[in-house]
């Protein structure tokens, strides 16, 4: 069974700052896996998804990777501004499971003004 | 594109009621999605439709649960006899089919927030 974990839970930040964001799941063989941000009692937003064949995705200030042997992902974020404070949440979808996605519990990012 | 549209937005409703919630993905998208999400939770799967056929359906969705999508567009998902654990955010997602160009990503509506009280 897939599970899939972001480190760290939460995380707050002075704005200007750049972060990483971390992501693990355990069964390697995933179809994509993509990168969402939820800001609080919305639904999810979709910023990046990355091919099992792909090592990295890039949208503006946002940069993701995509390590499958190691079963990691990381979301770069540039240059921090106060309203890129939101959940923010990855998930996988296997490469068998018919399109479902697991997702880890999220990052709570909070940038300072 | 007027993305995926969910209603209603919020739903107040004594134990022991049932409610529904409706989903209209993106034009032409012919998967659909319904997830459920606690607070400080990630989403969890429920179903998945391609077109009107319901393809998977998670061991979470309880007998008390029911979706359909009978013309393969919009979809509705029933929950009877509402219980307060049933109280959540509920997320409907929409796909196009795979193909050489679709790269697979879902795209999610605003979502449906259910309290029970």
């Known amino acids: 069974k897939q599970e899939v974990t972001q480190i760290p839970a939460a995380l707050s930040v002075p704005e200007g700052e750049n972060l990483v964001l971390n992501c693990s799941f355990t069964?390697?063989?995933?179809?994509?896996l993509q990168w969402f941000r939820q800001d609080p009692g919305k639904g999810l937003t979709s910023l990046l998804l990355i091919q099992s064949s792909q090592r990295e995705q890039t949208s503006g200030r946002l940069n993701a990777s995509l390590d499958k042997s190691s079963g990691r992902s990381t979301l770069y974020i540039a240059a921090s501004q106060p309203g890129d404070s939101a959940t923010y949440l990855c998930a996988v979808r296997q490469e068998t499971s018919g399109s479902r996605l697991t997702f880890g519990e999220g990052t709570q990012l909070t940038v300072n003004p | 594109d007027t993305g995926v549209s969910q209603n209603p937005r919020h739903k107040i409703t004594k134990r022991g009621q049932n409610v529904t919630f409706r989903c209209d993905p993106i034009?032409?998208?012919?998967?659909l999605y319904w997830y459920r999400q606690t607070l400080g939770q990630g989403p969890e799967f429920l179903t998945y439709?391609?077109?009107?056929?319901?393809?998977?359906k998670s061991r979470l969705l309880s007998d008390r649960f029911s979706a359909e999508r009978p013309k393969g567009s919009f979809s509705t998902l029933e929950i009877q006899r509402t219980e307060q654990g049933d109280s959540a955010m509920y997320l409907c997602?929409?796909?196009?089919?795979?193909?050489?160009?679709?790269?697979?990503?879902?795209?999610f509506g605003e979502g449906s927030r259910l309290t029970v009280l």
């Open positions: 439709f391609q077109n009107e056929a319901q393809l998977e």
């Open positions: 069964d390697s063989a995933i179809y994509n």
């Open positions: 034009s032409e998208h012919n998967r």
């Open positions: 997602a929409s796909s196009p089919p795979d193909s050489r160009y679709n790269t697979g990503e879902l795209f």
